[in-house]
């Protein structure tokens, strides 16, 4: 994703349980990015497992927009921790939106500790989607 002049890379790490987590690389789009010096790399974890909100092992994710230019997070996770068997094949894993907030050095915040958002995002051709965050899937114009 491009936000201001930085390029972003997120990747996901660390097992595929509660201990699953998005990493993240940046470059500004002016450096190239053959040069590995050019590169920035997160030093912990920039969405990780939120107990608050139930959300466990978020990662396998993608950044996409609204309609309207607003930065929409599209990840996977869980909405418990106990798992029998290989955490690989557990079916659970549920797709989930996040709006992605910016902070003034046009950084990306931790998204982990942010409200759940309760509201529909727009999505287009007029469909609302909402995040799964109770373990539904999400369905357009579903909650």
Not at 32 to 57: C, L
Not at 61 to 69: A, C, D, H, I, L
Request: proline share 8%; net charge positive; charged share 25%.
């Amino acid at each position: 994703m491009v936000h201001g002049d930085k390029l972003f890379i997120s990747y996901s790490a660390s097992a595929t349980d509660e201990n699953y987590c998005m990493g993240l690389l940046w470059i500004n789009v002016n450096d190239d990015p053959r040069d590995p010096a050019n590169w920035h790399k997160s030093p912990r974890p920039v969405f990780t497992t939120s107990y608050e909100n139930r959300q466990y092992g978020p990662g396998h994710n993608s950044f996409t927009q609204t309609p309207e230019g607003e930065d929409v997070l599209v990840y996977h996770a869980r909405n418990y921790t106990e798992i029998e068997g290989d955490p690989l094949y557990d079916p659970n894993r549920h797709t989930r939106l996040k709006r992605v907030r910016w902070d003034e050095n046009g950084c990306l915040i931790s998204a982990c500790r942010q409200p759940i958002r309760s509201k529909p995002l727009h999505c287009p051709g007029g469909a609302n989607a909402y995040a799964a965050y109770n373990g539904k899937t999400c369905r357009p114009g579903k909650r």
